[in-house]
């Protein structure tokens, strides 16, 4: 008994060293690889219209063929005023409208929680998703916004189209910070400026 006592324990503290090891590399992994939002954000250069060049595929963008854009409006008390806008696949609009605003972290956070709910839903907090801005070009003209749980990818820019380089470019960022960029479908960007 006492050999096979022994045995077990041994088996045990074997075991709880090996589970305490797996634990501490995925520990590390996670923390090298979570998502980070940029530094700082100027909500002032921010707001405006945005271009949508890319998308993780998504259930709320379904009926979204083409000419996706958002459009940013800073109100007097701290919120954005978000209108998401696209163009259907019988050719017709369908916007959204929705409210965004800093998840406490202080003014100059790049981290947002949006919300699409109707104004008398809004106080329900599940109803409000992250939004990160995790990669910012220093003159804002492009950006790509995501969350810690990488479900939702979207690349902006302050133009319809992006080049090449540049979108490599944020590819590769993208993929420093664990996103998937395989995933990413290009948006198709029709509409003139003037016509939206």
Known sequence: ?????????????????????????????????????????????????????????????????????????????????????????????????GLARTDGQGTGTARFKVTFAPDWLRWIPWLWANYWVIVLDGDYQYAAVGEPGREYLWILSRTPTIDENTLNQMRAQLRKQGYDTDKLVLTPQKASIGNN
């Open 1 to 97: 008994m006492t050999r096979i006592t022994r045995w077990i324990g041994v088996a045990i503290v074997g075991f709880s060293l090996l589970a305490a090891v797996a634990w501490a590399q995925t520990g590390q992994e996670s923390l090298t690889t979570r998502v980070r939002p940029v530094g700082a954000i100027d909500k002032s250069r921010y707001v405006g219209t945005w271009y949508e060049i890319a998308r993780y595929p998504n259930f709320f963008e379904r009926k979204c063929v083409s000419d996706v854009s958002a459009e940013y409006v800073a109100r007097p008390d701290g919120k954005i005023e978000v209108t998401n806008k696209c163009r259907k696949d019988d050719g017709t609009w369908v916007s959204d409208a």
